[in-house]
C-alpha cells in the first residue's frame, strides 16, 4: 500500500462524519459531483412513496392542511436556517434559484430607492444570475455593471442600488469574503445580494451575523434535496416589511384564499412566496435535510478544507508535471469545497473527464479547459481521494 492510501486510511478511521455516509445511497463509484447534484439519502424514497400514496393518493385535498402542504415553504426554510447562519422566519422555500435571483435582485433595487440607478453584478458569476440581472436592470431602469469580485469596492458609488455575488465561484472554487463584501455595499448605502448555491452546505455563511441583505440558494448540491428541488430566498428581518415582490403571487398574499381583486402582501419572509408549491420536490427536500439533525456546519467545512487539501496532494504526487494546475485556492480562507484543475491542452477536460468516469471517478468539467471535483463532506471519504488522485494521474500518464 502507498504512504498516500495507508494515510487515507488513518484518515477515514479519524474521522468523525464518516458515518454519515451510510445515510446515503453510495455504491463503489467515487462520486465528486456533490456540487452539481447531492447523492441520495437513504431514507427519501420511502417518505416521498408515503407523500404520494397516502398524502396526494388517500387525503387528496385535505393533505394542504393535513399534512402540512401549505406551510412547507416557511417550515423547510427555517430548516434551512441554521446551515447558513439565519434566525427562524427569515428564509421560504420555492421556485428556482434563478427565478429568486430575480425577486431578490429587482426588490434589492425597490429597497434601494430613488437616485440609486446602477446594479453591480459579479462578472464571472454564474451565467444564470447576469441574465437575469440584465433584464431586472432594464425592467428598473436601471444599468448594470459587470465588476470581478476584487473590484466591487472600487466600483461602489452613491448610484449603486443592488450588488449581486456568488460567494463561490463554481469554475474555480473559489470563495470570496462574504463579510467584507457585505459591509462594504452596506457602507456605500447600496442592498447586497449573496448567491449561496456553492456554499450552503459546505461552509458556515453567517448570514445574520454578517447583515447580508438578501440571499439566495439551489438545494440540490450540497444540500442533496434530489434534482430540481426548490430553491430558496433569505429576506434579513428589518427588511421584510420594504420587500416589495415582482412576482407578488397569491401564495404571498396576506389572506390567499380571500381571492382579493387588490395585492396586499403577508408580513414576514413568505413575501417570497408566488404561486402554489412544488410539493412532492419540496417534501423530498425535507426528508432530504434530516441528514444535517445534530452535524455542526464547522464539522462539515474542517474536514471539506482536509479533503480538498488531500486531493491537491495526492495530484502533485501522482499526476505527472505540467499537465493539470490548480485554480482553485490554495489558501483556505479563499478555497469553497471543490477543487478545480486547468488541463495544459485545452479542449482536453472533456475527454479527460470521460475516461476518469469510466475508470469509477466522477466529476464533471466546464469547457474548456476546467475539471471540477466537488467534495461534500457528509459522504466523500479520504480513500475516495486517494483513488480519485491516483486514477486522473493513470488517465494523465497513459
Ligand atoms: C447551480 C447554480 C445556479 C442554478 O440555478 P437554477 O435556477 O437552479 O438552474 C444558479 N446560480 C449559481 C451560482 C449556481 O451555482
Redesign the pocket.
Known sequence: MSELALRARKLDEADELAPLRARFVVDDVVYLDGNSLGALPAHVPDRLADVVRRQWGELRIRSWEESGWWTAPERIGDRIAPLVGAAPGQIVVGD????N?FKALVAAVRIAGEGRDEILVDAT??P??GYIAGSAARMTGCSLRAVAPDEVRAALSGRTAAVLL?HVD?RTGRLYDLPALTAAVREAGAVSVW?L??SAGALPVGLDEHGVDLAVG?T??YLNGGP?SP?YLYVRRDLQDRFDSPLPGWNSHVEPFGMRGAYEPAPGALRGRVGTPDILSMLALEAALEVWDGVPIEAVREKSLALTDFFLECVGEYVPDGRVEPVTPLAHAERGSQVALRCAHAGDAGDVMKRLIERGVVGDYRAPDILRFGFTPLYVGFGDVERAGRVLGEVLGA
Do not use: E, P
Not at 428556482?96 to 427565478?99: A, D, F, W, Y
Open positions: 428556482s434559484t434563478s427565478v435571483v458569476t454564474f444564470t444570475d456568488n463554481y448567491d448555491c456553492h439551489c440540490y448540491k430540481g430553491a
